[in-house]
């Protein structure tokens, strides 16, 4: 069975996503998510001037040989664009085999090893006080793990911030929302490696399940510093490309959980790939799954998750979570679930009662796109943010 026809899909129904529709000659379709936040057209005209063109006609049942060939014949390979670009075909032909087998996609990676994915949820709030109460209201709602990120409690700037008011403002929290609930840190590549040791040996006895991101991505050598002064676990990795660049980090453990992006690191057969690194070294996963994957590449991270042994926790996009009305929404430019609902049917619903989120057994990713919906919505430019520290220099975000 060879790929007849292709397409690239792009819409805005309250966020820019990026599909790739793949059709086998008796119509059976499969679909990709190629949504790189911020560089959404730069995938576009790869997948359409570069990528899809090198596909045609080749067999839909060669998804290794595919992933291979795509990686690796570029000969400038990796990078977020033609990685993204990588993934949504990689998606896209598990979703056909899946559809063509009549099975979903897990069963097709071995099955399943669990009955649903361990969920967190991001807390946000535009003071402290504000996180306290989102807190609570998550925890209401019956999900236990919450996500809280470093600068919603303190000033950062210049790689560093008041680590003993980041103290007081977390027991803060603790003490509102008691002992039981896992809390996870994410400081977003923001600190120096010496602020980012001492920030995790000072949160050391509050109950983390991870600190996420303390340091840069681009020097793993900064993450021993924050491994050697303490045992709070760390999870690292989501804006790696290339299952490659996982290995040191994973080897010289450096890491307890990798947090790496199905759509950005080359799909389904490159989340196995790193997954299956990291069981050989008891290194669980936290795959990355913020609102700019769409709920089709959300379906594909959890198929992914359900098969594999070393499952830690999964990161739920904001979409699943809130309400039309939520301040949360708001604040952070989500779309909206009646939006998305209108171009994505079939998305993963949430069991708040069980602190899990699952899939059914529809045939393969189980996510259909209604086109002539998504057409309605076009493209709308966003500029990723442009932090800058108080003197005019920039920092990260």
Known sequence: MKIADWSVLTT????NYVLVKLVTPDGTVGWGDATLNGRERAVEATLEHHVLPE?????VDRIEDTWQTLFRHTYWRGGPVLNTALAAVDMALWDIKGK?????????????TRNGARIYQHCGGENPEAVIDTCTDVLDDGISTLRLRIDDFVDVEFGTTNVAMLRTKVRDVRAAIGTDPWLILDAHGQLDP?????????LEDL??????????????????????GSTIPLAFGEVYTSPWEYRDLIERDLVDYVRPDVVHTGGITALRKIA?????????????APSDVSPLGFAATLHTALSIPNFGIQELPGYLYQDDQSAYQAEYALPVPSQLDTV????????????VIDIDDTPGLGVDIDEERAREYDYVREPLPKPRNGDGSVRDW
């Open 194 to 202: 010496a602020v980012a040791a001492r920030t995790a040996s000072a």
């Open 207 to 228: 109950g983390f399940l991870f600190f996420e991101d303390p340091t840069r991505p681009e020097d793993i050598d900064q993450l021993s510093r924050v491994r050697e």
């Open 276 to 288: 299956i690194l990291a069981e050989h070294y008891s290194v669980r996963t936290a795959f990355h």
């Open 12 to 15: 805005c129904p309250g966020r």
């Open 344 to 355: 994505f049917s079939g998305v993963p619903e949430l069991d708040t009662d069980d602190s």
């Open 100 to 112: 063509r087998y009549g099975a979903p996609v897990y069963d097709l990676l071995g099955g399943r």
């Open 55 to 59: 596909i045609a006609d080749r067999s």
